[in-house]
T-cell receptor, first 113, second 116 residues
Framework: GENVEQHPSTLSVQEGDSAVIKCTYS??????FPWYKQELGKGPQLIID?????GEKKDQRIAVTLNKTAKHFSLHITETQPEDSAVYFC????????????FGSGTQLTVLP | EAQVTQNPRYLITVTGKKLTVTCSQN?????MSWYRQDPGLGLRQIYY???????DKGDVPEGYKVSRKEKRNFPLILESPSPNQTSLYFC???????????????FGPGTRLTVL
């Protein structure tokens, strides 16, 4: 089955700096890669996703890149703000997979004021 | 408001005392799933359901049961809870696998379970 590794497990950045979180996946057939943000006391919420037919996707301060050859994808947050502090999870999914998503282990991002 | 609800949000129980965590969604989603979240392990799938009366095991199903009698509800049952089931549990739902394209999963607020 799919295996997703996520790094780093914790990340601290100064407000205004950029943050990058990286994930690798094992199943070359995987074609859907979402990123979820989990704020304290809440359930994960989708913030951005990318499908295997594109290499990059941006939404304001958030971007995701995908390298299918190397089987890795990354989340980039620019101009970080204190409200970006949360746990971030990457995930991967194979076409038509009934289990839908395999998650990484999560990254605790702290934005220091 | 479109949402996934879970009850209870917090539960402390003792070993062997059967419990049920309820999950309900109001988005007419076919797919529902249960995850447990443990430090350093991310979200691990317990069980999932493709539609009413269709359920299957995820990665960590031991010690859990589920049922899907109605489209909106997907309860998680622990027949005889043990301390290693102390965890944060999340229910999620999505539109499923229409056109073989996976859809966004919507998560509930979580249930923190402690088994003494």
């Amino acid at each position: 089955g799919e295996n997703v590794e996520q790094h780093p497990s914790t990340l601290s950045v100064q407000e205004g700096d950029s943050a990058v979180i990286k994930c690798t996946y094992s199943d070359s057939a995987s074609n859907y890669f979402p990123w979820y943000k989990q704020e304290l006391g809440k359930g994960p919420q989708l913030i951005i996703d990318i499908r295997s037919n594109v290499g990059e996707k941006k939404d304001q301060r958030i971007a995701v890149t995908l390298n299918k050859t190397a089987k890795h994808f990354s989340l980039h947050i620019t101009e970080t703000q204190p409200e970006d502090s949360a746990v971030y999870f990457c995930a991967a999914s194979s076409p038509g997979s009934a289990r839908q998503l395999t998650f990484g282990s999560g990254t605790q991002l702290t934005v220091l004021p | 408001e479109a949402q996934v609800t879970q009850n209870p949000r917090y539960l402390i129980t003792v070993t062997g005392k059967k419990l049920t965590v309820t999950c309900s969604q109001n988005m007419n989603h076919e797919y529902m799933s249960w995850y447990r979240q443990d430090p350093g392990l991310g979200l691990r799938q317990i069980y999932y359901s493709m539609n009413v009366e269709v359920t299957d095991k995820g990665d960590v199903p031991e010690g859990y049961k589920v049922s899907r009698k109605e489209k909106r509800n997907f309860p998680l049952i622990l027949e005889s809870p043990s301390p290693n089931q102390t965890s944060l549990y999340f229910c999620a739902s999505s539109f499923g696998l229409r056109g073989r394209v996976n859809y966004e999963q919507f998560f509930g607020p979580g249930t923190r379970l402690t088994v003494l």
